[in-house]
T-cell receptor, first 113, second 118 residues
């Protein structure tokens, strides 16, 4: 079955450490996205990529970095510069056509202490 | 600027009751799309419906129905005869095609936690 795989489901890190969240899709979608979800705040866009080797900042990109070396993969690195990294992170993809619905992964819950 | 307001943070109903989730949006664009997504406890968001601004017909899909009213900038979602499996967080979202193919204009509401009690 086609879908989006995020791993791991739960991640714990010490403050000051960088951590990379994995996102893989086998839907042959061109566009991929990273969202952050905090209680009561909905989803906020961190980064998105519409094509391999290209990506753009979303609304809350500070303290995060991404790469898009393959169509299937869009890993997100949460750096030590992110002031409040504890959150639920969701990866999504879409065919890239105008206003096509997003397909989401199961998310990674990151806890930084 | 775009904005989506879901004023109901949490709703609890007893199984078989009907429930309506409210969504009010703001946009200066005349062409836009509205979405509803469901987020069950497993975490992933599941797409439910997309509606463009030129189609004001209400839509029904099984126990789900959507009422789109441009006059009040609302896109409300009703679940008829609710079931325990409907318990989830529901998000309303808005996008305008100013940036074609771009996710930058996809704005989510803060979500409504629906709990259906047996």
């Amino acid at each position: 079955d086609g879908g989006i795989t995020q791993s791991p489901k739960y991640l714990f890190r010490k403050e000051g450490q960088n951590v990379t969240l994995s996102c893989e899709q086998n839907l042959n979608h061109d566009a991929m996205y990273w969202y952050r979800q905090d209680p009561g705040q909905g989803l906020r866009l961190i980064y998105y990529s519409q094509i391999v080797n290209d990506f753009q900042k979303g609304d809350i990109a500070e303290g995060y970095s991404v790469s898009r070396e393959k169509k299937e993969s869009f890993p997100l690195t949460v750096t030590s510069a992110q002031k409040n990294p504890t959150a639920f992170y969701l990866c999504a993809s879409s065919p890239g056509t105008e206003n096509s619905p997003l397909h989401f992964g199961n998310g990674t819950r990151l806890t930084v202490t | 600027a775009q904005k989506v307001t879901q004023a109901q943070t949490e709703i609890s109903v007893v199984e078989k009751e009907d429930v309506t989730l409210d969504c009010v949006y703001e946009t200066r664009d005349t062409t836009y799309y509205l979405f509803w997504y469901k987020q069950p406890p497993s975490g992933e968001l599941v797409f439910l419906i997309r509606r463009n601004s030129f189609d004001e017909q209400n839509e029904i899909s099984g126990r789900y129905s959507w009422n789109f009213q441009k006059s009040t900038s609302s896109f409300n979602f009703t679940i008829t005869a609710s079931q325990v499996v409907d318990s989830a967080v529901y998000f309303c979202a808005l996008t305008a095609p100013e940036f074609a193919g771009s996710a930058r204009q996809l704005t989510f509401g803060s979500g409504t936690q629906l709990t259906v009690l047996p």
